[in-house]
């Protein structure tokens, strides 16, 4: 995707962008290229496939929701910044926090932010070790591809309010929607609504699940990481 195709998908997915985030998101890929080069973050380096499966795939998030009504957004596992750096590109009020338990990605991060002047909370911790500070804290949480949505549901809604969301952005997703029928409901949240398309130009196919928490979660949630995975192998 050329960044002429970006931003006329842009205008398909109704997102204007701020005066300055064309610019930041070229300053992103050519950091991002560069940094590639000594330290491994994404196996996606061409210019045109960053814009369309890092940067355009980040913003099809819009499609479930309105992100002028959120104020806090948690991106679990986070990577090289996808969705939630590129989020905060677009919506400069969100009050962003990217947590991943691999430091070099967020040295990246923290480099890459100062560079485009952005404030956002870097965390260098596994999702279930940070619940401690900031449980039902967020409006929204996010995750892309990091694991599979039972495994992700249990990292991620004990961190939203009541009220709030966790959405995982995925490929093909109908076997784990299956099978977090169970720990749902466990969780006090519920599924309430799935968003299948293909991307532009190589019609790959994604799966967006926006989630519910409808009333607090047990604090006995997340269990530790190798309880939760005896779970879902
Ligand atoms: N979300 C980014 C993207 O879509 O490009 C990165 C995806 S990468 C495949 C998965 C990331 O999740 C890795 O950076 C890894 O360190 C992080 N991760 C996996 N399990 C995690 C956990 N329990 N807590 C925090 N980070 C985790």
Known sequence: MTEQEFIKN???LNITPPSDALAKLKTYCTFLQNYNKHTNLTAITET???YLKHFYDSLTIIKVIDLNTINTLLDIGTGAGFPGLVLKIFYPDLEVTLLD??????KFLEELCEKLDLKVT???ARAEEYIKDKREYFD?????AVASLPILSELSLPYVKVNGYFIALKGEAQNEIQSSSHILPTLNSKIIEIKEFTLPIEE???TIIK???LKPTSPTY????NQILKDYK
């Open 10 to 12: 842009l205008t398909e």
């Open 48 to 50: 045109k496939d960053i």
């Open 101 to 106: 338990s691999n430091n070099k990605k967020l």
């Open 122 to 124: 870097l965390v260098h």
């Open 140 to 144: 929204l949480v996010t995750s892309r």
């Open 204 to 206: 790959s196919k994604r």
């Open 211 to 213: 989630i519910e928490k």
């Open 222 to 225: 997340p269990r530790p990481y």
